[in-house]
């Protein structure tokens, strides 16, 4: 989907299905930072990522529990509705590095989290059902006090210094 | 009694992979369990089988049957494999080395032979597991490797005209930077009838940091594609930019498929093996 075309979502069921595969891919994203932090032995990066993805494990509990009576559409996974390649929170996989401290994995989070807020904003903007443009704002809300809090966790980090790389890769000097 | 659909995560093992973060691996691994929901595959039906490097650990990381042979023979045990299990879905997976280089040969032969298999080539153009040499498809002006610190000089394989001037009767160029489209690339491999041939570019964050670019870099093919005019096929293949991702070319052609002998016992077989 280019950047140009508009995210239309009319109807409830539609719009819950976009939203427990934005947050289940969000989940599975920062269990996958979790584990590979976990292998490279970068611990305290591996705990944040794994308490991001608790947030997006109850977020995704919380969507199917809405979802729990309605006939939910099939929708085939290209043609979910957002403007990125993937789930809007589950992008920018390539900027993790196995060194890295946990501002820089802050910042990838914060970068996730308003992405997903965007899409549920862009999803009331743009649908003509009120009972639709109502559960994204919901969701707008709560992706609004996820960033906030993430801001605020941020800004109670210390700046770390780079970490050492005992085993770097083979590069020419 | 309905057994209740699989979704893209109950493929996945419960292994944790050990590729590094950041890698394009995990996205491979994600639209391939998601194209394996999206088809319903039973898991017991399908078989990943794959060479030698950090791609080819795929096969542990997805819960169907799965063999993690030798360097360069992914493609060989997949064949053997499927003139035995015809009935099998086999989901051949690798890398640029593993398949061009010490599997080169097999490679042409494969995409001649023409049997039912779709194989997934995650190509980041470097030697990732043994710390970073250049590869079949790296650029001959590469140098950011002790062993070639001044390029390989050589130009680069070409994997898309490969498999074309190989006899391969579908190939395509995905992204691991686009996930989603990356999934319907591969339906539409393991849906083919006959070898298909997937090259996606998946890159490898601790040796290639430089394919950070590729998300810029990447497009979607211009042409009216696919096409099943080979020399269409050939003529956008050399014109591109090696960037371009789709379905390039799919042709039916006749499946190879050795007969089925169930009756065979192993007296014929050694029988049968004597000079």
Known sequence: MSEAETVTIESVEEFLVHAMELEEASYEHYEELADTMEVHNNLEVAELFRKLANYSRLHAEEVHQRAANLALPTITPWDFKWKCPSAPEAFCMDDADYLMSSTKAMEIALFNEIRGRDFYQQVADNSSSEAVKKLALEMVEEENWHVEMLREWQASMQEEQPQEDLDPPNMPE | ?275
């Open chain 2, 1 to 275: 009694m309905t057994v209740p659909a699989l979704k893209a995560k109950d493929y996945k093992s419960g292994i944790k992979a050990v590729w590094c973060p950041g890698c394009g691996h995990f996205a491979v691994l994600s639209a391939l369990t998601k194209a394996m929901a999206h088809l319903g595959l039973v898991k017991e039906e399908v078989a990943v089988v794959s060479g030698i490097g950090c791609s080819s650990r795929l096969p542990a990381y997805i819960d169907t049957y799965g063999f993690h042979g030798i360097h360069g023979r992914a493609l060989a045990a997949a064949s053997g494999l499927k003139a035995a299990r015809p009935d099998l879905t086999v989901i051949v997976a690798g890398g640029d080395g593993d398949g061009f280089s010490i599997g080169g040969n097999h490679f042409l032969h494969a995409c001649r032979r023409n049997m039912n298999m779709a194989y997934i080539v995650m190509d980041n153009e470097v030697y990732g597991m043994t710390k970073g040499q250049a590869s079949p498809t790296t650029l001959p002006d590469w140098s950011n490797s002790k062993m070639t610190p001044h390029g390989t000089g050589i130009p680069s394989f070409n994997p898309a005209a490969i498999a074309l001037a190989a006899g391969a009767g579908f190939i395509a160029r995905g992204f691991s930077g686009e996930p989603s489209e990356l999934t319907r690339i591969l339906v539409e491999a393991i849906e083919h009838s006959g070898f298909a041939f997937v090259q996606v570019l998946s890159g490898c964050v601790t040796y290639r940091p430089d394919q950070k670019l590729w998300k810029e870099e990447v497009h979607p093919s211009e042409s009216d594609l696919p096409t099943d005019d080979p020399v269409k096929a050939a003529q956008i293949i050399q014109a591109g930019d090696g960037k371009a991702t789709g379905v390039i070319y799919a042709k039916q052609f006749p499946v190879w498929q050795p007969e089925n002998r169930m009756d065979s016992n192993l007296n014929t077989i050694e029988k049968e093996f004597l000079l």
